[in-house]
Protein backbone atom coordinates (compact mmCIF):
# COMPACT_ATOMS: atom_id res chain seq x y z
CA UNK A 1 0.00 0.00 0.00
CA UNK A 2 1.43 3.53 -0.82
CA UNK A 3 2.46 5.61 2.19
CA UNK A 4 -0.02 8.43 3.36
CA UNK A 5 0.66 10.48 5.89
CA UNK A 6 -1.23 12.21 8.72
CA UNK A 7 -3.37 15.53 7.24
CA UNK A 8 -2.14 18.91 9.57
CA UNK A 9 -4.69 21.21 11.15
CA UNK A 10 -3.43 24.09 8.65
CA UNK A 11 -2.12 23.79 5.06
CA UNK A 12 -0.17 26.66 3.14
CA UNK A 13 -0.77 27.35 -0.60
CA UNK A 14 0.77 29.43 -3.26
CA UNK A 15 -1.78 27.77 -6.37
CA UNK A 16 -5.23 27.84 -6.30
CA UNK A 17 -5.02 25.87 -9.87
CA UNK A 18 -1.65 23.57 -9.05
CA UNK A 19 -0.93 22.89 -5.57
CA UNK A 20 -1.65 19.52 -4.64
CA UNK A 21 -2.14 18.53 -1.20
CA UNK A 22 -2.91 14.54 -1.63
CA UNK A 23 -1.79 12.74 1.73
CA UNK A 24 -1.02 9.26 -0.54
CA UNK A 25 2.28 9.51 -2.26
CA UNK A 26 2.04 7.04 -5.67
CA UNK A 27 5.23 6.64 -7.93
CA UNK A 28 3.03 6.85 -10.95
CA UNK A 29 3.28 3.94 -14.27
CA UNK A 30 3.73 5.90 -17.66
CA UNK A 31 0.24 5.92 -19.60
CA UNK A 32 1.22 5.33 -22.92
CA UNK A 33 -0.04 3.96 -26.72
CA UNK A 34 0.15 -0.06 -24.73
CA UNK A 35 -1.66 0.84 -22.31
CA UNK A 36 -5.17 -0.67 -22.02
CA UNK A 37 -7.90 1.14 -21.17
CA UNK A 38 -11.20 -0.81 -21.50
CA UNK A 39 -11.91 -4.73 -20.67
CA UNK A 40 -15.03 -5.41 -22.94
CA UNK A 41 -14.30 -8.95 -23.27
CA UNK A 42 -16.12 -11.49 -21.14
CA UNK A 43 -13.15 -12.20 -18.81
CA UNK A 44 -13.11 -8.48 -18.15
CA UNK A 45 -16.55 -8.19 -17.94
CA UNK A 46 -16.11 -10.93 -15.23
CA UNK A 47 -13.39 -8.40 -13.50
CA UNK A 48 -16.02 -5.81 -13.36
CA UNK A 49 -18.51 -7.53 -11.86
CA UNK A 50 -16.57 -8.92 -9.43
CA UNK A 51 -15.05 -5.92 -8.18
CA UNK A 52 -17.22 -2.83 -8.75
CA UNK A 53 -20.07 -4.98 -8.10
CA UNK A 54 -19.43 -8.04 -5.61
CA UNK A 55 -16.27 -6.02 -3.32
CA UNK A 56 -16.22 -2.71 -4.31
CA UNK A 57 -19.51 -1.46 -3.48
CA UNK A 58 -19.97 -3.08 -0.40
CA UNK A 59 -16.82 -2.28 1.51
CA UNK A 60 -17.13 1.45 -0.08
CA UNK A 61 -20.65 2.03 1.39
CA UNK A 62 -19.10 1.02 4.65
CA UNK A 63 -16.49 3.01 4.28
CA UNK A 64 -18.47 6.21 3.71
CA UNK A 65 -21.22 5.28 5.63
CA UNK A 66 -19.00 4.90 8.97
CA UNK A 67 -16.50 7.48 8.27
CA UNK A 68 -18.75 10.25 7.24
CA UNK A 69 -22.64 9.44 7.75
CA UNK A 70 -22.77 10.14 3.94
CA UNK A 71 -25.66 11.60 2.62
CA UNK A 72 -26.88 11.95 -1.63
CA UNK A 73 -29.04 14.92 -1.91
CA UNK A 74 -30.71 15.88 -5.42
CA UNK A 75 -30.32 12.05 -6.81
CA UNK A 76 -34.01 12.53 -8.62
CA UNK A 77 -32.21 15.11 -11.19
CA UNK A 78 -30.54 12.50 -12.37
CA UNK A 79 -33.53 9.85 -13.16
CA UNK A 80 -34.44 11.39 -15.96
CA UNK A 81 -31.38 10.75 -18.16
CA UNK A 82 -30.74 6.82 -16.92
CA UNK A 83 -30.48 6.09 -20.13
CA UNK A 84 -28.44 8.80 -21.60
CA UNK A 85 -24.63 9.51 -21.68
CA UNK A 86 -23.99 11.90 -19.38
CA UNK A 87 -21.09 13.97 -17.87
CA UNK A 88 -20.84 14.89 -14.28
CA UNK A 89 -17.97 17.38 -12.65
CA UNK A 90 -17.10 17.16 -9.18
CA UNK A 91 -15.40 18.97 -6.27
CA UNK A 92 -11.76 17.27 -5.47
CA UNK A 93 -11.54 16.91 -1.60
CA UNK A 94 -10.98 12.92 -0.91
CA UNK A 95 -8.20 10.63 -1.45
CA UNK A 96 -10.15 7.48 -1.25
CA UNK A 97 -14.09 9.37 -1.09
CA UNK A 98 -13.94 10.68 -4.13
CA UNK A 99 -12.81 7.48 -5.42
CA UNK A 100 -15.74 5.55 -4.00
CA UNK A 101 -18.81 8.25 -4.36
CA UNK A 102 -19.54 8.15 -7.60
CA UNK A 103 -20.47 4.32 -7.82
CA UNK A 104 -23.52 5.58 -5.45
CA UNK A 105 -24.00 9.27 -6.44
CA UNK A 106 -24.87 6.88 -10.06
CA UNK A 107 -26.12 4.09 -8.94
CA UNK A 108 -27.36 1.89 -10.30
CA UNK A 109 -25.68 2.96 -13.52
CA UNK A 110 -21.58 1.88 -14.32
CA UNK A 111 -19.17 4.76 -14.16
CA UNK A 112 -16.32 5.97 -15.94
CA UNK A 113 -13.45 8.31 -13.83
CA UNK A 114 -11.25 10.07 -15.73
CA UNK A 115 -8.14 10.24 -13.28
CA UNK A 116 -4.55 10.62 -12.66
CA UNK A 117 -2.25 7.94 -13.28
CA UNK A 118 -2.06 7.46 -9.72
CA UNK A 119 -5.13 5.72 -9.18
CA UNK A 120 -4.05 3.35 -11.54
CA UNK A 121 -0.70 2.80 -10.11
CA UNK A 122 -1.54 1.28 -6.50
CA UNK A 123 -0.25 -1.65 -5.92
CA UNK A 124 -2.58 -4.30 -5.90
CA UNK A 125 -5.44 -2.12 -6.08
CA UNK A 126 -4.49 -0.33 -9.00
CA UNK A 127 -4.99 -3.58 -10.72
CA UNK A 128 -9.18 -3.63 -9.67
CA UNK A 129 -9.09 0.00 -10.51
CA UNK A 130 -8.47 -0.62 -14.44
CA UNK A 131 -11.66 -2.63 -13.94
CA UNK A 132 -14.12 -0.90 -12.41
CA UNK A 133 -14.38 2.51 -14.67
CA UNK A 134 -10.98 4.16 -14.77
CA UNK A 135 -9.72 6.29 -17.52
CA UNK A 136 -6.27 7.46 -16.38
CA UNK A 137 -5.47 10.44 -18.13
CA UNK A 138 -2.84 9.74 -21.39
CA UNK A 139 0.90 10.29 -21.27
CA UNK A 140 2.09 10.27 -25.52
CA UNK A 141 -0.11 10.87 -28.38
CA UNK A 142 -0.61 7.30 -29.04
CA UNK A 143 -2.02 7.13 -25.27
CA UNK A 144 -4.39 10.13 -26.30
CA UNK A 145 -5.87 8.35 -28.87
CA UNK A 146 -6.72 5.54 -27.20
CA UNK A 147 -8.23 7.48 -24.35
CA UNK A 148 -10.53 9.48 -26.95
CA UNK A 149 -11.34 6.26 -28.26
CA UNK A 150 -12.44 5.03 -24.78
CA UNK A 151 -14.28 7.77 -23.75
CA UNK A 152 -15.74 7.82 -27.25
CA UNK A 153 -17.26 4.09 -26.65
CA UNK A 154 -18.55 4.71 -23.38
CA UNK A 155 -20.48 7.78 -24.77
CA UNK A 156 -21.82 5.53 -27.69
CA UNK A 157 -22.79 2.97 -24.88
CA UNK A 158 -24.99 5.44 -22.47
CA UNK A 159 -22.70 5.58 -19.96
CA UNK A 160 -21.77 8.07 -17.41
CA UNK A 161 -17.96 9.77 -17.22
CA UNK A 162 -17.38 11.41 -14.29
CA UNK A 163 -14.68 14.30 -13.65
CA UNK A 164 -12.83 15.94 -11.01
CA UNK A 165 -12.02 19.49 -12.70
CA UNK A 166 -10.33 20.89 -9.89
CA UNK A 167 -7.39 17.95 -10.77
CA UNK A 168 -5.27 18.57 -7.61
CA UNK A 169 -6.97 16.91 -4.30
CA UNK A 170 -7.19 19.51 -1.14
CA UNK A 171 -8.37 17.23 1.38
CA UNK A 172 -11.86 18.74 3.30
CA UNK A 173 -11.54 22.04 1.58
CA UNK A 174 -14.94 23.57 1.80
CA UNK A 175 -14.73 26.17 -1.07
CA UNK A 176 -15.05 25.56 -5.15
CA UNK A 177 -11.02 26.33 -6.50
CA UNK A 178 -11.25 27.83 -10.32
CA UNK A 179 -10.63 25.35 -12.75
CA UNK A 180 -10.29 25.68 -16.46
CA UNK A 181 -12.84 24.55 -18.83
CA UNK A 182 -10.84 22.21 -21.36
CA UNK A 183 -12.62 18.97 -20.04
CA UNK A 184 -15.97 20.88 -20.80
CA UNK A 185 -15.49 19.85 -24.28
CA UNK A 186 -16.26 16.34 -23.76
CA UNK A 187 -19.73 17.00 -22.65
CA UNK A 188 -20.13 19.71 -26.06
CA UNK A 189 -19.00 17.84 -28.63
CA UNK A 190 -21.25 14.84 -27.49
CA UNK A 191 -24.25 17.44 -26.96
CA UNK A 192 -24.70 15.60 -23.14
CA UNK A 193 -26.46 16.65 -20.48
CA UNK A 194 -24.28 17.92 -17.85
CA UNK A 195 -24.58 17.94 -13.98
CA UNK A 196 -22.28 18.54 -10.70
CA UNK A 197 -21.68 17.36 -7.28
CA UNK A 198 -20.36 19.31 -4.48
CA UNK A 199 -19.18 17.40 -1.56
CA UNK A 200 -20.07 19.33 1.52
CA UNK A 201 -18.88 18.90 4.87
CA UNK A 202 -20.64 18.90 8.68
CA UNK A 203 -19.46 19.03 11.63
CA UNK A 204 -20.59 15.49 13.78
CA UNK A 205 -21.94 17.23 16.93
CA UNK A 206 -19.13 19.18 18.81
CA UNK A 207 -16.22 16.63 17.74
CA UNK A 208 -13.84 17.13 15.02
CA UNK A 209 -15.71 14.41 12.68
CA UNK A 210 -17.42 15.18 9.60
CA UNK A 211 -20.32 14.48 7.89
CA UNK A 212 -20.08 14.42 4.22
CA UNK A 213 -23.68 15.68 2.28
CA UNK A 214 -23.23 15.74 -1.48
CA UNK A 215 -25.54 17.94 -3.79
CA UNK A 216 -26.73 16.86 -7.53
CA UNK A 217 -27.50 20.02 -9.74
CA UNK A 218 -28.15 20.20 -13.26
CA UNK A 219 -28.67 19.43 -16.40
CA UNK A 220 -26.58 22.05 -17.78
CA UNK A 221 -26.20 22.82 -21.44
CA UNK A 222 -24.20 25.75 -23.40
CA UNK A 223 -26.35 28.25 -24.52
CA UNK A 224 -27.48 28.18 -28.37
CA UNK A 225 -25.28 29.90 -30.87
CA UNK A 226 -21.80 29.62 -29.65
CA UNK A 227 -18.71 28.14 -31.09
CA UNK A 228 -16.53 25.38 -29.15
CA UNK A 229 -14.59 27.59 -27.32
CA UNK A 230 -17.55 29.82 -26.39
CA UNK A 231 -19.55 26.72 -25.34
CA UNK A 232 -17.18 24.99 -23.26
CA UNK A 233 -16.29 28.37 -21.11
CA UNK A 234 -20.41 28.91 -20.68
CA UNK A 235 -20.51 25.31 -19.80
CA UNK A 236 -17.67 25.50 -16.97
CA UNK A 237 -19.40 29.33 -15.83
CA UNK A 238 -22.69 27.23 -14.96
CA UNK A 239 -21.07 24.33 -13.54
CA UNK A 240 -18.72 26.61 -11.40
CA UNK A 241 -21.31 28.96 -9.88
CA UNK A 242 -23.55 26.32 -9.36
CA UNK A 243 -21.01 24.11 -7.49
CA UNK A 244 -19.86 27.71 -5.16
CA UNK A 245 -23.54 28.00 -4.77
CA UNK A 246 -24.05 24.45 -2.98
CA UNK A 247 -20.67 24.74 -1.30
CA UNK A 248 -21.70 27.68 1.44
CA UNK A 249 -23.61 24.65 2.66
CA UNK A 250 -20.28 23.22 4.29
CA UNK A 251 -20.62 24.78 8.20
CA UNK A 252 -17.19 22.96 9.23
CA UNK A 253 -13.39 23.70 8.32
CA UNK A 254 -11.58 20.42 9.49
CA UNK A 255 -8.60 21.97 8.06
CA UNK A 256 -7.90 25.18 7.38
CA UNK A 257 -6.36 26.45 3.95
CA UNK A 258 -4.22 29.97 4.26
CA UNK A 259 -2.48 31.61 1.19
CA UNK A 260 1.52 31.73 1.93
CA UNK A 261 3.14 35.53 1.59
CA UNK A 262 5.35 36.43 -0.64
CA UNK A 263 9.12 35.19 0.34
CA UNK A 264 7.93 32.83 2.86
Known sequence: MPKKSALPETIYYTDLLNDEFSPTQIEPISIDKDYRYLHDDPWGKFLHFLYYRVIGKPVAWLYLKLKFHHKIAGKRKLKP????????????????????????????????????????????????????????????????????????????????????????????????RPFVDASFSYPVRYEAPTFCFTNTYRRRGKSKKVDIVTYIDGPFYPKDGLDLAQSKKNLRDQVYAAMVERSYESNFEKIRYKKKKEGK
Open 81 to 176: FKHDAIFIYGNHTQDIGDALMPAFILSPRNINVIVHPNNVSIKGLGHMIRYVGALPLPGDVGASKNFNDAINKRVQGKQAIVIYPEAHIWPYYTHI
